[in-house]
């Protein structure tokens, strides 16, 4: 899934979790998994899940 970085941060991401267990949300480019679709970055995805079909 393609998403703008302002709605990706408001996402959970499945590997980051608070000292109570609960899901932060994604980092979007302070993390080392983000990944732009397009030159000029105003869709991305994060890049553990693979590459969307509409990013190839
Ligand atoms: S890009 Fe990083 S912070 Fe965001 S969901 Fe993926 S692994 Fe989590």
Do not use: I, N
């Amino acid at each position: 899934m393609l998403v703008a970085e302002s709605d990706a941060k408001f996402m959970f991401c499945p590997f980051l979790m608070t000292h109570d267990d609960k899901m932060k949300m994604c980092q979007v480019t302070q993390c080392m998994m983000w990944r732009w679709a397009d030159d000029k970055k105003e869709k991305g995805y994060c890049g553990l899940a693979g590459t969307p079909r509409a990013a190839k």
